[in-house]
């Protein structure tokens, strides 16, 4: 079936053109990028429409129309939109730029490295295709300066009451005072007491250390963020005690997935791995809290001769992915792991790579804040994250 839609979709671009000639170009993209589309959300889905699979991930929830303004002229396409995707994770067709100020903020990216003299032959033939080939230091200042004005005002918005945070960051190479360095992409994702996501800004600094942390989990509460019932992250360097000091008596989830990644470097034997991950994912499948807590002491029993170094891990490490016990049992398997900031990251990183070394700290922040900002947008609009708690 698949196969019979592409070729229909083919056949009607090359039909376009034959009969319009350059003309019927625009026609014939827009046909074809719609096809790519539709494509690209059943490898999403893992299941084509109507296919009935254990490996489907959630379903197709028709279209949404879009104009967008290309070098041909205006092209209507259909964005393929998705529903109860398995942790809650977004799509968005990579065929299609996700937005404005996203797309500019890239190009501002690559027109700085072409500027500085950093670029490469293949940054320099993506530049001279997105921007044109007159490219000034001048010109990319005062655009620079529009679209930063619009993403500060985004990132220092006024914020509000919310239940959950969500916490990671990310790492980019930088070019920072003649080298190139990794630098920390801060940021959170907050829920409301609604059941709505949204992300609450962005943050660039030289590590994960706690003063960073502590300053950009400050700068949440000076925006008004209050209320909070649980702050979700991995083990970060630093973020447990920033969390803590920012917003005390504020329960802390450590990441599960993350939990049972780390428990490879405490297993002795190769063998034993899948027994160990099997073990774990038990108690953190538990009903309850004092489940869970019966699970883990036999768990660490079973391996305290065998393998003492991960009974001790197993005593003090696990226990920190706990706190979502205390939670309604609807919100507790999107909220026991940072696979919702994971998705987010992947997003941005189709955008990141495309640069691949950042000229300076100000070029990744624009980009990345404006990836992020267009990504609230959508979630803000959308459905609901989490069920309310009397629904």
Partial sequence: MTRQTKSTAVEDALKLLAEAGLDGMAGAIQVLLNEAMKLEREQFLQAKSHERTEERRGYANGFKPKTVQSRLGALSLQVPQVRDVEDGESFYPQALERGERSERALKLALAEMYVQGVSTRKVAAITEELCGRQISSATVSRVSAELDGQLEAWRKRPLGQLDYLVLDAMHEKVRHGGQVVSQATLSAIGIDPEGRRSILGCSVSLSEAEVHWREFLSSLRERGVHGLRMIVSDDHEGLKAACTAVFPGVAWQRCQVHLQRNATAYVPKVEMRKVVARELRDVFNAPSREDAERLLA???????????????????????????????????RRLRSTNLMESLNSQVRRRTRVAGLFPNDASLLRLVSAVLMEISEEWETGRRYLPKEND
């Avoid at 305290?304 to 706990?322: D, H, M, N, Q, S």
């Fill in 298 to 332: 036999l768990m660490a029993e079973r391996h305290r001769k065998t393998a003492p170094k991960l009974a001790e891990w197993i005593e003090t490490a696990v226990p920190e992915g706990f706190a979502v016990f205390a939670l309604p049992v609807a919100h507790r």
